[in-house]
Nanobody
Framework: QVQLVESGGGLVQAGGSLRLSCAAS?????MGWFRQAPGKEREFVAAITWSVGIPYYAESVKGRFTISGEYAKSTVYLQMNSLKPEGTAVYYC??????????????????WGQGTQVTVSS
């Protein structure tokens, strides 16, 4: 079983930036980031498909967040700029894939990290 370890969360003021990292202990197929705010469901943030290198973003983060990765290191990053208070959440890294893979749905991922807290103050 592949293990995912996130890092890079923290406290930042609105308008600031953070960079999250996720390192996998083994080869992964597709990787993504989700987040869960208190009292809300987990939601898709961004994903990257190693096979074709295409990134996917939630509408709420387009133009502000950038997902990238190093396939050889099984590591994915999430650069978050112009952060907003509504971005406060626990951010989770996920790995998945398969023939029915949909990058935006959590059910497409079978491996999850422990999460890293991001707090954006107003």
């Amino acid at each position: 079983q592949v293990q995912l370890v996130e890092s890079g969360g923290g406290l930042v003021q609105a308008g600031g930036s953070l960079r999250l990292s996720c390192a996998a202990s083994g080869r992964t197929f597709e990787m993504g980031w989700f987040r869960q705010a208190p009292g809300k469901e987990r939601e898709f943030v961004a994903a990257i498909t190693w096979s074709v290198g295409i990134p996917y973003y939630a509408e709420s983060v387009k133009g502000r967040f950038t997902i990238s990765g190093e396939y050889a290191k099984s590591t994915v990053y999430l650069q978050m700029n112009s952060l907003k208070p509504e971005g406060t959440a626990v951010y989770y890294c996920a790995a998945g894939g398969g023939s029915s893979y949909n990058p935006t749905t959590s059910s497409s991922y079978n491996c999850w990290g422990q999460g890293t807290q991001v707090t954006v103050s107003s």
